[in-house]
């Protein structure tokens, strides 16, 4: 994740970060109850190490060569 305090950031990136953060969660919560478990928290914040967040990081990578989300 990037580091930034949040008069680095103007509404719309905040907005996408936002959104961005939103479907990694979703992503990792792989039961779909709204919670993160162990397992599933850990996907969320190490997505590298999760093959079904692949999706996730495919995003930002994208995101930051051509600046969509």
């Known amino acids: 994740m990037c ?7 103007d509404d719309e990136e905040e907005a996408q970060e936002i959104a961005h ?6 992503l990792a919560d792989t039961n779909a109850d709204g919670m993160l ?19 996730s990081l ?4 994208c995101s930051v060569i051509f600046k969509v989300v």
């Open 3 to 9: 580091a930034w305090t949040d008069d680095e950031l």
């Open 21 to 26: 953060d939103e479907r990694r969660w979703k």
């Open 37 to 55: 478990d162990k397992e599933e928290y850990s996907s969320f914040v190490h997505p590298e190490e999760a093959e079904h967040m692949k999706e």
């Open 58 to 61: 495919i995003q930002v990578c």
